[in-house]
């Protein structure tokens, strides 16, 4: 970030809500993979969806450039490039 922020943490992402489990869904695609997808009882603090709270941020400037399938196509391929990870390549 070129701007002088205030420390603390800021959200990122876009304003579009997606539950948990598209998005496992959303990351299996990608990774070509398949897993039987189990439901548990939540755990205090978890939660069901994503969709990040972005005004904190944004009075900085920020501005999604990309969406949420590239975010993960993008994240996954660095993982996968900068881990030693041949089980799941």
Same mark, same amino acid.
């Given at each position: 970030? *070129?701007? !002088?922020? /205030?420390?603390? @943490?800021?959200?990122?992402?876009?304003?579009?809500?997606?539950?948990? $489990?598209? #998005?496992?869904?959303?990351?299996?695609?990608?990774?070509?993979?398949?897993? *039987?997808? !189990?439901? /548990?009882?939540? @755990?205090?603090?978890?939660?069901?969806?994503?969709?990040?709270?972005? $005004?904190? #941020?944004?009075?900085?400037?920020?501005?999604?450039?990309?969406?949420?399938?590239?975010?993960?196509? /993008?994240?996954?391929?660095?993982?996968?490039?900068?881990?030693?990870?041949?089980?799941? $390549?």
């Amino acid at each position: 970030m *070129k701007k !002088k922020v /205030k420390s603390g @943490t800021y959200n990122i992402g876009d304003k579009n809500e997606i539950s948990i $489990k598209n #998005i496992l869904i959303l990351i299996m695609k990608i990774m070509n993979v398949n897993f *039987k997808i !189990k439901s /548990k009882k939540i @755990t205090k603090g978890s939660t069901l969806r994503r969709r990040p709270c972005l $005004k904190k #941020i944004m009075k900085y400037g920020y501005k999604p450039k990309i969406q949420l399938k590239e975010g993960l196509e /993008k994240t996954i391929d660095w993982y996968l490039n900068n881990f030693n990870t041949p089980a799941i $390549k």
